[in-house]
């Protein structure tokens, strides 16, 4: 759905930030659990880890908050009313997409408000080694999140979306 004038602009640049911001954030969990999941007991790659959570989590919230803000635009365009949101397969697949979203940035939320203080405090070599564990468990499960929404992502792609006439024509011939 292009659209012309602002339209022509907000959407398609609407569209590639939120691409470039899941990218981001999706891409870079990955490397994380594996750095998590490699870091010794010695003071270096506590050390090492964290550095890349604190730095990670900043990264994290510039993401999200693009995503948010991306995604919502993204939706009023190819969606356009609450009727196409929940009468369509389309709609019906975004609002998955949203609730494992807000899934991940809840683990998100868990692994910055809590966990990286107490990895990033100094505490006994116990309470670091759980937060770490704990951190490198919660980004794995954000990983398999966010593949799974690559896959609705990939159907969303081939799935005719709420403003297409075809899909709820009811909505589109009251007028």
């Given amino acids: 759905v292009g659209g012309s004038g602002i339209e022509g602009i907000v959407h398609p640049a609407a569209d590639a ?21 490699a870091a010794g007991p010695d003071a270096r790659s506590i050390a090492i880890a964290r550095t890349a959570t604190v730095r990670f989590s900043t990264f ?3 993401s ?20 196409a949101l929940i009468e369509t397969d389309y709609g019906l697949l975004l609002l998955i997409k949203v609730v494992l979203f807000l899934g991940m940035v809840a683990i998100a939320a868990v692994n910055r ?55 709820i024509p009811h909505l589109h011939n009251s007028h």
């Fill in 64 to 83: 999200v908050a693009t995503l948010l803000v991306t995604g919502t635009i993204n939706a009023w365009y190819l969606v356009g009313s609450v009727p």
């Fill in 113 to 167: 408000l809590r966990l990286t203080p107490r990895l990033v405090q100094d505490a006994t070599a116990i309470a670091t080694r759980d937060a770490l564990r704990q951190l490198c468990r919660n980004t794995a499960i954000e990983v398999v999140v966010g593949a799974v929404i690559i896959a609705i992502v990939g159907i969303l792609g081939v799935t005719p979306h709420g403003l297409d006439e075809d899909v």
């Fill in 17 to 37: 930030l939120h691409l470039v911001a899941a990218a981001a954030w999706v891409g870079t969990l990955l490397p994380l659990v594996l750095m998590l999941g």
């Fill in 60 to 62: 994290g919230i510039v």
